[in-house]
């Protein structure tokens, strides 16, 4: 698939489309695209990082060429057992240097911060999510969205475009299209 078909496509499920600017569906179809990618999970990997005794920042650092919207979840593990730490705000914790197995875990600047500092060195997972690079030009190819996801990538772009178009109702039917399509995936009909 390409951007062109994509656009030949909305042409073709919103025919009003062809009265937009051309600026305006390729937002779409790239809005579209990174709302898929985050609601599919597409773009998701684990890094397994080790955290080192008393150092209590890591640079987040891009293994990929796709843009990333961050760690998404985190565990350490204890021993054999996986455990979740969770993500809190940027804020004054009680005591400053204190060691222990990080219960939780902030983002600052470029770099994720663990409360309290890790006492030993701890093995811990990391769920990065990418996001599809946008397609800009109208020969650009897709590769980063697999083919059994493009139909529901078509219902998105068609709700997009329609909402712009000030189609409610009609973008209202494509986006429960593309939720039907998407929660058909997960009950395993894929």
């Not at 051309?22 to 179809?29: D, P, R």
């Not at 796709?66 to 730490?85: A, D, K, N, S």
């Not at 030009?137 to 590769?143: A, P, V």
């Not at 529901?152 to 939720?179: C, G, W």
Request: proline fraction near 6%.
């Amino acid at each position: 698939m390409t951007l062109q078909g994509y656009l030949t496509d909305v042409g073709i499920k919103v025919p009003t489309a062809v009265t937009l600017p051309q600026t305006s569906l390729i937002s779409a179809v790239n809005d579209a695209r990174i709302e898929l990618a985050s609601t599919c999970d597409l773009g998701l990997t684990i890094e397994n990082v080790t955290l080192v005794t008393g150092t209590g920042s890591y640079p987040f650092i891009a293994t990929t060429s796709l843009t990333q919207t961050g760690v998404q979840r985190m565990w350490v593990y204890i021993g054999t057992q996986r455990y979740q730490i969770h993500r809190r705000a940027m804020g004054l914790y009680p005591i400053e240097g204190y060691q222990g197995y990080p219960d939780f875990y902030y983002l600052q600047n470029q770099n994720v911060h663990f409360y309290p500092i890790p006492s030993a060195d701890i093995v811990t997972d990391w769920e990065i999510l990418s996001l599809p690079a946008p397609l800009v030009n109208i020969t650009d190819i897709e590769s980063y969205i697999p083919a059994v996801y493009i139909l529901p990538t078509e219902m998105l772009i068609a709700s997009y475009v329609a909402l712009i178009d000030n189609k409610i109702k009609l973008s209202q039917e494509f986006r429960m299209a593309f939720i039907n399509l998407v929660s058909s995936f997960t009950k395993g009909s894929m």
